[in-house]
């Protein structure tokens, strides 16, 4: 590990709160701390043992700045695997600033973006894949978002490209054995065997790359258009889904003229809801630049939900709209249960699969609902532990990868020599080590982390 300046950044939030606190880490973490830190009691900060706490007071050249506690962290046994000081001061901008300032008047350097998770990965103290779930643990929006990012910060994808690597790994030292001493009493590998291998990699990174777009789903959501007729009960549905009263709710069709967009949280699937105008050809202006809306909107939805009306017969837009839905992520919901019912259920359900039937207006079917939606998207299939790629970058590597192994199988069903097949695995074991940032350039690496903000 190269000598690193020390550095230091105000951790936590910009705003005023309880408290703020002040990181500091490198070589000189401690004695940086020391120059601004007064403890109450008798131990000296620079003295004292990993994972202390020392109460006393922060001063810069004017004098007092407010009361702090000094945490203290020893190489290896901290965060960044630095030693590692943190002081812990009230949470007003005005004191963590001058505070900061004290510090790096003290000896530190103003920390870059993401600079203690950076050193922590160049430290070893954590892979690329499990940084770059720190950050999303900390975007993360939903329940299902923050359990995949915990579980891939503690390892779970690394562990998953790690056994998808392990088999390429190898295959590449046999193939080399063998090219480089083709006489020698090497257990010879056959090309069926090869081929085997090959396949296991590219079932193993295929099933890598699908959960890309689960990803996604639960990170940052699906777009999902609320359709039907006029008056079927869209905007009930949208208002019964958001909790509380977005839409305008009326007798008269034709209401809800623009898109109103919400985000709700149905059992860890994030939808983006647009309650949009009724899908209807009509003579007024403006309603038919909402109803153009919703058919765009409709057109490039990433789930739709379909809204009937169960106490009328199923009418020709109805029909036209089911028939449109065909192999689309949609559910067709059923509205108006509590009325008599009309419309003809199975000439709905055998069009679509996912066909629920709720009461907007009193609230039921819900739970049927969501169950349905969460199948529509995949989302079923994820356990809390569920190791996913997360971001375009692992995708791209991923991408790359399983590209590498197609050749690896081509080149050797072309009956190519070993040596061609073996430059093939190379490529694929390259691109999963930068996927991993086992053996990332300097470029990708400063990519990844100028990406999050300072402090972390
Ligand atoms: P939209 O035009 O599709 O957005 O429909 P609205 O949500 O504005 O609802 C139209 C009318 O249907 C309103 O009078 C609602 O109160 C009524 N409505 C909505 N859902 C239900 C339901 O589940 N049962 C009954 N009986 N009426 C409903
Ligand atoms: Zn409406």
Redesign the pocket.
């Known amino acids: 590990m190269k000598q690193q300046s020390t550095v230091a950044a105000i951790s936590t939030p910009l705003g005023v709160g309880g408290i703020g606190i002040i990181r500091i880490s490198g070589p000189d973490a401690l004695t940086v701390a020391a120059r601004v830190f007064r403890p109450v009691g008798a131990r000296r900060l620079e003295d004292a043992p990993g994972y202390t706490a020392l109460l006393g007071r922060v001063f810069d050249a004017a004098g007092e700045i407010d009361d702090a506690i000094a945490t203290v962290f020893r190489a290896p046994r901290s965060y960044t695997g630095e030693d590692v000081a943190e002081l812990s001061c009230h949470g007003g901008l005005y004191l963590l600033r001058r505070t900061l300032r004290a510090v790096l008047a003290a000896g530190a350097q103003p920390a870059g973006p993401g600079e203690f998770t950076k050193r922590a990965f160049l430290n070893g103290k954590l892979g690329l894949t499990q940084a770059e779930a720190v950050m999303d643990l900390i975007a993360a929006q939903g329940d299902q978002a923050a359990r995949s990012a915990l579980s891939a910060r503690d390892g779970a994808l690394f562990a998953r490209i790690r056994a998808v690597n392990g088999g390429l790994l190898e295959l590449a030292a046999h193939l080399s054995a063998w090219v480089d001493y083709p006489d020698d009493e090497i257990p010879e590998i056959t090309g069926e065997e090869i081929g085997a291998a090959l396949r296991r990699a590219r079932d193993g990174l295929a099933g890598l790359l699908s959960t890309y777009d689960l990803g996604r789903v639960i990170r940052e959501g699906v777009e999902t258009a609320i359709v039907?007729r006029?008056?079927?009960?869209?905007?009930?549905l949208m208002n019964l889904l958001a909790g509380y009263q977005r839409?305008i709710?009326?007798?008269i069709?034709g209401?809800?003229r623009d898109v109103v967009e919400d985000t709700v949280n149905l059992d860890g699937a994030i939808l983006r809801l647009a309650?949009t105008a009724?899908l209807r050809d009509t003579d007024d202006e403006v309603e038919s630049v909402g109803v153009a809306l919703a058919r765009r909107r409709l057109e490039t939805a990433g789930l739709v939900l379909a809204?009937f009306d169960s106490s009328d017969p199923l009418t020709g837009e109805d029909r036209a709209l089911i028939e449109s839905l065909r192999g689309r992520p949609a559910v067709a919901v059923i509205?108006?249960t509590?009325?008599p019912r009309r419309i003809d259920l199975a000439w709905v359900s055998e069009r679509i699969p996912h066909t629920v039937q709720v009461?907007?207006?009193?609230g039921q079917g819900m739970r049927e609902l969501s169950a349905a939606v969460n199948e529509v998207l995949g989302l079923h299939r994820l356990d809390g532990g569920a190791a996913l790629l997360a971001n375009e970058r692992q995708r791209l590597c991923a991408q790359r990868a399983a590209a590498a192994v197609d050749e690896a199988i081509s080149t050797l069903d072309d009956s190519f020599t070993f040596d061609a097949v073996g430059v093939c695995i190379d490529e694929a074991i390259a691109a999963l080590l930068e996927l991993t940032g086992e053996r990332a350039s300097e470029a990708v690496v400063n990519e990844v982390f100028a990406r999050f903000c300072v402090g972390k």
């Open positions: 039907g006029p008056n079927v009960g869209k905007s009930t839409s709710v009326t007798d069709p209401t809800t309650d009724g809204v509205n108006k509590d009325l009461s907007a207006k009193a």
